[in-house]
T-cell receptor
Framework: DVKVTQSSRYLVKRTGEKVFLECVQD?????MFWYRQDPGLGLRLIYFSYDVKMKEKGDIPEGYSVSREKKERFSLILESASTNQTSMYLC??????????????FGEGSWLTVV | AQKVTQAQTEISVVEKEDVTLDCVYETRDTTYYLFWYKQPPSGELVFLIR??????QNEISGRYSWNFQKSTSSFNFTITASQVVDSAVYFC???????????FGTGTRLQVFP
């Protein structure tokens, strides 16, 4: 079974802190994604990566950056956390961009509260 | 515009009732993929089904069934004889050829009471 693991389930950070959310997948997937989930808005794509050291902006990249130094790991970075970044963050992965209609697998989510 | 609409924000049923969750999508692409995910209180999105735009066959998996109709741009999900364990938020999502970026609906919260 595919396993997408998010290292932190619950975090509380202060405004202005730098925050790292880590995600690891164990199926050698090429694609990795970070989504944000808010009530009434569904899930929105923040950033995604099709390969190591590659990254592309999603729909709401402002205030975030990402890092993909290894194929299995995709980190989401909040350079200076703000209260409007309080949310649930979900990491996902899928097989590869050259294959369409992949199943996209999600982690358990990270609940971030910025105070 | 590419969009997924789940008009039902919340549905409550009593155990053993059948329930249908609606999903309507918009796209001009001819090749696309539709998904349903279940999100229990634990938070993880659990993959339920993927359907491509060329396959309009309905699918049944145990108590779950899906009705895909391109004519009405709908991909509805029915749970037969619902159980308390079915209580969750259900998301419908859409993606396209050569990308796995998902466009999600806003979700439908299903509560099944004993």
């Amino acid at each position: 079974d595919v396993k997408v693991t998010q290292s932190s389930r619950y975090l509380v950070k202060r405004t202005g802190e730098k925050v790292f959310l880590e995600c690891v997948q164990d199926m050698d997937h090429e694609n990795m994604f970070w989504y944000r989930q808010d009530p009434g808005l569904g899930l929105r794509l923040i950033y995604f990566s099709y390969d190591v050291k590659m990254k592309e902006k999603g729909d709401i990249p402002e205030g975030y950056s990402v890092s993909r130094e290894k194929k299995e790991r995709f980190s989401l970075i909040l350079e200076s956390a703000s209260t409007n970044q309080t949310s649930m963050y979900l990491c996902a992965s899928s097989l590869g961009v050259r294959i369409s209609g992949n199943t996209i697998y999600f982690g358990e989510g990270s609940w971030l509260t910025v105070v | 515009a590419q969009k997924v609409t789940q008009a039902q924000t919340e549905i409550s049923v009593v155990e053993k009732e059948d329930v249908t969750l609606d999903c309507v999508y918009e796209t001009r692409d001819t090749t696309y993929y539709l998904f349903w995910y279940k999100q229990p209180p634990s938070g993880e999105l659990v993959f339920l089904i993927r359907r491509n735009s060329f396959d309009e066959q309905n699918e049944i998996s145990g108590r779950y069934s899906w009705n895909f109709q391109k004519s009405t741009s709908s991909f509805n999900f029915t749970i037969t004889a619902s159980q308390v364990v079915d209580s969750a938020v259900y998301f419908c999502a859409l993606t396209f050829y050569n990308t796995d970026k998902l466009i999600f609906g806003t979700g439908t919260r299903l509560q099944v009471f004993p």
